[in-house]
């Protein structure tokens, strides 16, 4: 399978510019610059691939000297990019440098995710999602539904075609075992005590549910996880623009400082 195009995220947060990029479909190259420097860079075919400053690849003989992490601050956070059951990736999530931020970073809450390129996959995935996020529920639904019938069906195919088959009558040989005379260990006689329990048995509703649980539970996890990845995409929409403003306040303010500074130098007006 031919490697998938490079995917890049990009943010500017505390005054540093972060980027992201992953190529590779079944083993994925992450790499993690801060302001232009690769701070980070590992090779993994994992779901969720978490960087942290100092991170290098490993193994490889062909290694750049790009590849190799520059020293930068103690902490300047850390990364944590997944990707589909597929191998396409979908979004880089960063997480400010400050204390749990590794326990954050496992249990996914707390960061801000990066921006991908525009026109990229993963910026078509999330556009698809904040269009029709009752679409993307419904496909998350039916995944998990697929989960459950599909392993159904195949096994019926199984029992049929078993069924149907003619199977060769095969005379296999027998073959001799020997007879080994085991010792006999005298296991200690203990009079345990006849507890006498008491003979209960759970409603049938509760026993319907039981039975019917490994049918369910894929179905309603899937739509919990559209419904969370949806609320939590509404939320780092408004994340990203109130990153947005700031940059833009800052920019608006050194550009404010530079002109105060030109008016100071210009020679007084005779």
């Given at each position: ?138 496909l998350a639904v ?82 919990y996880l559209a ?29 404010d400082r530079e ?12």
């Amino acid at each position: 399978m031919a490697d998938q195009p490079t995917q890049a995220w990009d943010l500017v947060a505390e005054g540093r510019r972060h980027r992201v990029e992953t190529t590779g479909s079944v083993s994925r190259t992450v790499r993690w610059r801060v302001d232009g420097r690769v701070v980070a860079a590992t090779k993994s075919s994992e779901d969720t691939v978490r960087l942290k400053p100092g991170d290098r690849l490993q193994g490889e003989d062909d290694v750049s000297p790009d590849d190799q992490p520059a020293a930068v601050e103690p902490d300047v956070g850390s990364v944590t990019v997944q990707f589909t059951g597929l191998g396409k990736p979908k979004r880089a999530t960063w997480y400010p440098p400050a204390d749990g931020a590794a326990v954050r970073a496992a249990l996914g809450t707390g960061g801000i995710d990066l921006e991908p390129e525009p026109g990229s996959p993963a910026a078509l995935r999330e556009e698809r999602i904040r269009q029709h996020p009752r679409r993307y529920a419904v496909l998350a639904v039916a995944g998990g539904v697929a989960k459950v019938v599909l392993p159904l069906l195949l096994g019926l195919l199984a029992v049929r075609l078993t069924v149907a088959l003619p199977w060769p009558d095969w005379d296999l040989p027998s073959l001799p075992w020997p007879d080994v005379d085991l010792p006999s260990i005298p296991w200690p006689d203990v009079d345990l005590p006849d507890v006498d329990l008491p003979d209960w048995q759970a409603p049938a509703w509760v026993r319907w549910v039981a039975d019917k649980a490994q049918f369910v539970w894929p179905v309603l996890l899937a739509a919990y996880l559209a419904r969370r990845e949806i609320r939590r995409r509404r939320e780092q929409d408004a994340l990203r623009a109130a990153r947005r403003a700031e940059q833009q306040a800052q920019t608006g303010r050194e550009d404010d400082r530079e002109a105060g500074r030109k008016d100071d130098d210009r020679p007084p007006s005779q």
